[in-house]
C-alpha cells in the first residue's frame, strides 16, 4: 500500500510517498512560488539523486501533476505508473469541532472544510486547493484529511471556552480549538513506546517548539489542555508571533496608532515574537549566538521565551496534577541544547533532572536526555507528522473498504 502525504499552502506543496508496508519513504519534495514567476520543484528521491526543476507552475493542479510526473520519471522516479498510489492523505490546518480525527474526503467533508475557512483563512483555502488537485490528477484514488486541531477535541468545555459572552461561541464558535496536534499526538504516543508503558496511566507535556510553538497536556492519551487557542496565536513566545497578551493591548494599540485589523493582525502575526525583542531575527540559531556573545536584545530575547516556556510546563503539571514525562520536540525543542537546558534548569520543584552530556547528543531517534533520579522522564522526540497522517490514511482507507 502506498500513500502520497500533502501539505498544500498558499503558493507551496509540500509531499511525501509511503510504502507503508515498512513505512519507509519512497520520495519527498517541495513545490515552491506556485503562482509566480519561476516555480521550483525539488524532488528528493530516496536512493537516487535530488532533482530541482524551475518551471511555470501557475496553480495546484499544474504542481501535483508535475508531482506525479517526477514520482513516476524513468530517471528520477520510484513508482511505474502513478495507479501504484493507492491513497492520498492531506494536512489540514482546521477542523472546528466537527472533525474529532482524521477523516475521508467526502463532498460534506469539504463542504465543512470550507465553512472553517472564517477561522483559518490563511491555511484552509490552499487545503481544498490541494485536495481538489488531487481529485483531478487521481481520480477515483481515496483521500483522507487530517487535521492540525483534531487531537485537541478532547478538551473539556471548562477548558476550551473563554470566558466571555457565551453567545459568541454559539453564533460564532469562539472557543479554544489548539494546534499542531498531529505532532503532539505522534510524540506522546512514541514516548509511551519508548518508555515502554502504558499511555492511558502517563502524564506527559509535550512541547512542539518550532517556528510556531505550543505545548500540550497529554493526560492517558488525550489531550486536556493546549496552549493554542482560536487561532495559533495564543499561547507561547514564538519566532513571529507575540503569544500570549492582555487583550486590551490590541485595542489600546489600534487607537493609539491608528491600526486596522488586518495591520494589528500582522503585527501579532508576523512582527513580535523572538523577532520584535531581538529586532534581528526569529530564528532561535541567530537569538542564541546573540545571546552567547552577551548582545543585550538577543538575551533578552530569549530569556523572555525560556521563561514563557517554563511557565507554561508549571501550568500543565499543575493541570495534570502533576507529570511523568517531558518531550521537546520540532525545530528549536529538537535542536536547542540551550533551550532545554535553560527550561529544565528551572524544573526541579517538579524533581526534573538532565544530564548535560545527553542533552547534547544529537540523532535523528528519540532520545532520553533525563538522568536515572530524575522524577520526570525528559524526552526528545523527532516529530513525524506526515508518517502520521500517513498512518491514518491507510487506517482509515482501509476502514471504509
Ligand atoms: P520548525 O518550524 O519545526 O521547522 O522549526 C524551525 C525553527 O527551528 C527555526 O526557525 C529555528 O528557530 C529552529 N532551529 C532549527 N535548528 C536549530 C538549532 N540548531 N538551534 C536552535 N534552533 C534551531
Redesign the pocket.
Known amino acids: 500500500m502506498k500513500v502520497l502525504v500533502i501539505n498544500a499552502g498558499s503558493s507551496s506543496l509540500k509531499y511525501q510517498l509511503y510504502d507503508m508496508t515498512d513505512e519507509s519513504v519512497l520520495a519527498k519534495g517541495l513545490v515552491e512560488r506556485i503562482g509566480m514567476d519561476s516555480s521550483i520543484l525539488t524532488h528528493k528521491p530516496t536512493g537516487k539523486e535530488e532533482v530541482t526543476e524551475v518551471s511555470e507552475i501557475l496553480e495546484h493542479t499544474t504542481a501535483i501533476r508535475k508531482v506525479l510526473e517526477k514520482l513516476t520519471d524513468k530517471e528520477h522516479g520510484v513508482l511505474n505508473s502513478v495507479e501504484e498510489i493507492d491513497a492520498v492523505g492531506h494536512r489540514v490546518v482546521h477542523g472546528g469541532e466537527y472533525f474529532k480525527g482524521s477523516a475521508l474526503v467526502t463532498p460534506e467533508a469539504k463542504a465543512e472544510i470550507r465553512r472553517l475557512f472564517d477561522l483559518a483563512p490563511l491555511h484552509n483555502p490552499p487545503a481544498i486547493m490541494g485536495i481538489t488537485a488531487a481529485e483531478v490528477n487521481m481520480p477515483g484514488v481515496p483521500q483522507v484529511v487530517a487535521f492540525d486541531t483534531a487531537f485537541h477535541q478532547t478538551m473539556e468545555e471548562k477548558v476550551y471556552l473563554y470566558p466571555i459572552p457565551k453567545v459568541l461561541y454559539k453564533k460564532h464558535r469562539v472557543r479554544r480549538y489548539g494546534a499542531h496536534g498531529t505532532s503532539h499526538q505522534y510524540v506522546s504516543r512514541i514516548a509511551a513506546e519508548y518508555l515502554n508503558r502504558p499511555i492511558e496511566d502517563m502524564k506527559i507535556i509535550t512541547c ?5 510553538a505550543s505545548l500540550t497536556a497529554v493526560k492517558g492519551g488525550i489531550s486536556v489542555d493546549t496552549s493554542m487557542g482560536l487561532t495559533p496565536l495564543e499561547g507561547l513566545m514564538m ?1 513571529t508571533r507575540s503569544g500570549d497578551l492582555d487583550p486590551t493591548v490590541v485595542t489600546f494599540v489600534m487607537n493609539k496608532e491608528d491600526l486596522s485589523i488586518s495591520e494589528v493582525n500582522s503585527m501579532l502575526n508576523k512582527h513580535s515574537g523572538l523577532l520584535a525583542i531581538s529586532g534581528s531575527s ?4 541567530d ?2 549566538d546573540g545571546w552567547e556573545a552577551g548582545q543585550p536584545n538577543e538575551t533578552l530575547a530569549f530569556e523572555m521565551y525560556e521563561y514563557r516556556l517554563r511557565k507554561y510546563i508549571g501550568a500543565y503539571a499543575a493541570a495534570m496534577d502533576g507529570v511523568d514525562c517531558i518531550v521537546f520536540t ?3 525543542g ?4 540551550v ?1 532545554r537546558e535553560n527550561v529544565c534548569k528551572h524544573l526541579t520543584y517538579l524533581g526534573v533532572e538532565i544530564d548535560p552530556e545527553l542533552n547534547k547528543i544529537r540523532s535523528g531517534d528519540p532520545r532520553r536526555i533525563s538522568t536515572p533520579n530524575s522524577k520526570v522522564e525528559v524526552l526528545v522526540i523527532p ?1 513525524n507528522e506526515e508518517l502520521m497522517i500517513a498512518r491514518d490514511t491507510l487506517r482509515i482507507v482501509q476502514e471504509a473498504k
Open positions: 512542539h517548539i518550532g517556528n510556531g519566532g526569529s530564528d532561535m540559531r537569538i542564541t520540532a525545530g528549536v529538537e535542536n536547542s541544547i533551550v516529530t
